[in-house]
């Protein structure tokens, strides 16, 4: 045998959530393994399943490995030539106003910083905004109004040490794991801490709730002017705080009794019993240490950034910010959404959050870049920046990292901006995706494992991301790209870098010029770091003062406004924009489920991250079901004035009637019909720019089926002529559900015209009741399984679970080989069924038989007996949903 290879590991981060898990990659050859690293003091060592699987979504299948220049393979000289002419040739003739760069929080703080560098400073617009404006600016311009900055006031640790938590607007369970699971232990450690949740839905985050408020859709700043006004009656006030360190609470106060007087208002305005709200108050007052965690459910709304500072007064007035185990906290959607924020990623901001509507600010950035022109005013946000290309006011786009024709409300629109855009450059890591195909200009960058540098997470903690693959093909960095085009417009001596590490100085350097604690962010320390240091920079929270890192902000009572005071922000609760009515009937939320991640360019890779939730669905009260008639398990259209989706429908009993839920992860890469985004509505808040993701009216009717089935095939199919089709990752096949509404087809022609190919020597193994329009067929190779195809009129079909596990076979035995028409396995084989545990790839079917023969009666023993649930926790309410249910 040859010797092992030796094994390589290196320290980076996990590039999915803002929560900013530390990971430890190690490679021998083309093997790729992944733990969590237990030094790293934002996870400890633990990792989600997404986050676990991730030595699986290496491959290179479908990347992009070139640059291409319409749909052509060109070398890099000419396609960067390409960009850079493209974007002269625009602003010569219309202004730098009319070039746009639209970016990610999936980019490195450093490729962020090169790239609002070249717009603000050298062309001069700031037309440069991210996809964070999607999900965290409300909370950006909450902090700004009440603090005079965009800072974080908590760190995870608080989350240890408070006594109330409050989750509202988050799905942590699911969106944020390892934090949810870090609540979970010290609830288990600390009897005294109790744990509010405030969501219309009753979501797998409630499992720790000793309070759930299912509150109606959109009344949040009602509950928490509620609280601010019932706070004052009762004096919880802490009187030396407020009056020596705030300002506004006059104001404030007067307009939440106005619209939350009682108790019995805020109750009907809310849908809550009064009882439900009295004990969350009574918490909330007789609490000292009380952290209030908000995410998405709290920003993505027409009034979001007045939501955030409902929930922020509250901590004002009770003095709770700034001290152990106290204070709002925003819990940040993606990976590197803070440091685009710290670098002045966001269209009315400047690098290391200066004002770019603040003279002194302008001139200090300017001075520090020695650059020509400095932007004077804010530049298109958003869902601004994609209504100015479909009006032509935009005419060239540099779009890196992230998929707006999928993401952004109302889609459908923005990729009818793009297609009469006159020049449009992506930079990606993937070939198709739908924002891609319209490319005229395709750059190919570096992923995960290929680029290095440095991501801030939700508590403001700076970690080195690190390389321990090779760049594949042509890829390259991202600031490369950006620097490289840069020089060809005429700016090289400003973009001369020659390393990662480079950028990281002249970025921290400029955080302290003309600072002195003049402004929150500051890492000037770092800025003379050799690259050696900068290589081994271990994890730090910002500000960097005195060679240390700062855990939590205004432990000094001094906040960052022109007084030194923090701001309590007067709130009127608006209604959303769009509300439901006669033709669109319901409210549509949006949001993300357990084990994927954005349009599933990386989750969708690993197959046991598929298994869980293999379709989009609608989630819908079992009532709303009924009156829509609807059937729970069939196919539904969703539709609102700006789009529709055809998903399944799935009833749920916690659901808020009048509500449904769609997730937001197939992009058209992975289903026929289910970009959400193209139903949402692009009302945004007038103050953040954030879009009303959590609110659009919609009607949902039933898809009429003629047949349903679903196809198991080693190879990935084009499946455009059916209506409906999903596609999942399993393990060695693509699996595909479909349906359609065409009546009588050829069943037998039809899947040898989707499955063969004509070099293909198979045997074809089949059933057809053509007079039932039922049909069962298996191709195979030689005793392999190929491909499969199940046909029935009424969606009565075998699981898919058995015959998925017959492609890890190299040869069917007899016995499989008779099962497989049956779709079931033959006697003594087992079936582990649908997946619940993805860490550990547990089914349901295998927990079932454990809790019955084992006689298991704790999520603790089915941990011990099975492992589920041992790790990232995520599938712990279904363990205990399974244990309720057996009793």
């Not at 960009?83 to 990610?104: L, N, Q, T």
């Not at 608080?158 to 232990?185: F, K, M, S």
């Not at 770091?529 to 500000?543: C, F, G, I, N, T």
């Not at 439901?580 to 319901?586: M, Q, R, S, W, Y």
């Amino acid at each position: 045998m040859p010797p092992a290879m030796e094994r390589r590991s290196t320290a980076t981060t996990c590039p999915y959530c803002g929560v900013g898990c530390g990971v430890i990659a190690s490679v021998a050859g083309n093997d790729v393994t992944v733990k969590g690293d237990p030094d790293h003091p934002s996870n400890f060592g633990r990792l989600c399943s997404k986050g676990a699987a991730l030595g699986q979504t290496l491959d290179l299948e479908g990347r992009l490995l070139a640059p291409m220049i319409g749909g052509e393979v060109a070398d890099w000289d000419r396609a960067l030539d390409t960009v850079a002419e493209g974007f002269k040739r625009v602003i010569d003739a219309h202004g730098p106003d009319a070039v746009a760069m639209y970016v990610s929080g999936q980019l490195l703080s450093e490729d962020y910083y090169v790239a609002n560098k070249l717009m603000k400073g050298f062309i001069g617009t700031a037309n440069i905004d991210t996809n964070s404006r999607l999900c965290m600016s409300s909370s950006v311009a909450g902090h700004k109004r009440a603090f005079g900055s965009d800072t974080v006031p908590c760190c995870y640790e608080d989350l240890e040490r408070a006594r109330l938590i409050v989750l509202t607007g988050t799905n942590a369970a699911w969106c944020h794991p390892v934090l949810y699971q870090r609540i979970v232990a010290a609830k288990r450690q600390h009897g005294d801490l109790k744990v509010v949740v405030i969501d219309p839905r009753k979501t797998a985050t409630c499992d720790v709730a000793d309070l759930h408020l299912p509150l109606n859709p959109g009344s949040d700043a009602v509950l928490f002017n509620g609280l601010l006004a019932y706070l004052d009656r009762v004096g919880e006030i802490d009187r030396q705080f407020v009056d020596n360190h705030t300002e506004g609470l006059g104001e404030a106060l007067a307009v939440a009794r106005e619209s939350a007087p009682d108790i019995a208002s805020v109750g009907w305005s809310c849908g809550l019993p009064d009882d439900m709200v009295t004990e969350f108050f009574r918490l909330f007052a007789r609490t000292e240490r009380v952290v209030t965690v908000y995410s998405q459910g709290i920003n993505q709304s027409s009034s979001g950034t007045d939501k955030v500072n409902a929930i922020i007064n509250c901590h004002l007035l009770t003095g709770r910010i700034g001290r152990i185990g106290m204070g709002p906290f925003s819990f940040t959607g993606q990976p590197n959404a803070m440091g685009g924020r710290e670098v002045g990623g966001l269209a009315n901001m400047l690098a290391a959050h200066m004002e770019i509507d603040n003279p002194d600010h302008r001139r200090i950035v300017q001075s520090f870049w020695q650059s020509p022109v400095i932007a004077d005013k804010p530049g298109y946000k958003a869902v601004d920046l994609f209504e100015a290309i479909g009006e032509g006011k935009v005419k060239a786009v540099w779009i890196m990292a992230t998929n707006p024709v999928f993401s952004l409300p109302d889609a459908d629109r923005v990729k009818a901006a793009l297609e009469k855009c006159e020049f449009v450059v992506v930079s990606d890591v993937v070939r198709e995706t739908d924002t891609t195909r319209l490319a005229h200009v395709l750059l190919p960058a570096l992923a995960w494992g290929e680029k290095g540098g440095t991501v801030t997470n939700s508590e403001r903690r700076i970690s080195r991301q690190r390389a321990f693959l090779a760049a594949p093909g042509e890829a390259r960095p991202d600031w490369w790209t950006i620097a490289e085009v840069a020089k060809r417009m005429g700016f090289g001596r400003a973009f001369d870098y020659g390393s990662v590490a480079e950028i990281f100085r002249e970025h921290a350097l400029l955080s302290g010029a003309e600072n002195q604690g003049a402004r929150d962010f500051d890492i000037f320390a770092l800025g003379g770091m050799s690259d050696a240091e900068y290589d081994a920079l271990k994890p730090v929270q910002w500000p960097v003062r005195g060679g240390e890192g700062t855990a939590r902000m205004f432990s000094d009572r001094r906040f960052f406004t022109a007084t030194r005071k923090a701001r309590l922000i007067p709130v009127k609760p608006r209604p959303p924009r769009n509300s439901a009515g006669e033709n669109f009937p319901l409210t549509l939320n949006t949001g993300r489920v357990r084990d994927q991640w954005h349009s599933m360019t990386r989750t969708g890779k690993a197959a046991r991250l598929g298994e869980h939730t293999p379709e989009p669905y609608v989630e819908m009260h079992p009532l709303d079901i009924a009156a829509y008639g609807l059937t729970d398990g069939g196919l539904a259209r969703v539709f609102s004035r700006w789009g529709e989706v055809l998903v399944r429908v799935r009833g749920d009993g916690y659901q808020h009637r009048g509500s449904v839920f769609v997730p937001m992860h197939w992009s058209d890469q992975f289903a026929s019909h289910a970009r959400i985004d193209a139903v949402v509505n692009p009302v945004v808040d007038p103050v953040s720019g954030q879009p009303e993701s959590k609110q659009t009216p919609v009607r949902v009717i039933p898809y009429p089926a003629a047949w349903q089935g679903f196809i198991l095939s080693r190879r990935k199919l084009d499946l455009s002529g059916v209506e409906y089709w999903v596609r999942a990752q399993g393990a060695g096949f693509y699996r595909y559900e479909i349906a359609g509404r065409e009546t009588d087809p050829d069943w037998p022609a039809w899947a040898r015209d989707a499955l063969c190919r004509s070099d293909d020597d198979v045997e074809w193994i089949e059933y057809h009741d053509a007079r039932g329009q039922r049909y069962r067929g298996v191709r195979m190779v030689g005793n392999r399984v190929e491909s499969c195809v199940f046909i029935s009129p009424g969606g009565e079909l075998p699981s898919r679970d058995w015959l998925a596990g017959l492609f890890e076979s190299e040869s069917l035995t007899a016995a499989e080989r008779r099962g497989l028409l049956l779709g079931r396995s033959p006697e003594g084989q087992t079936d582990a069924g649908r997946i619940v545990c993805a860490c550990f790839s547990v089914g349901v079917k295998t927990i079932e038989a454990a809790i019955r023969e084992q006689k298991l009666s704790s999520v603790e023993a089915i941990g011990k007996a099975l492992r589920a649930g041992t790790n990232c926790g995520s599938c712990v309410p279904e363990l205990r949903a399974m244990l309720e249910a057996k009793k």
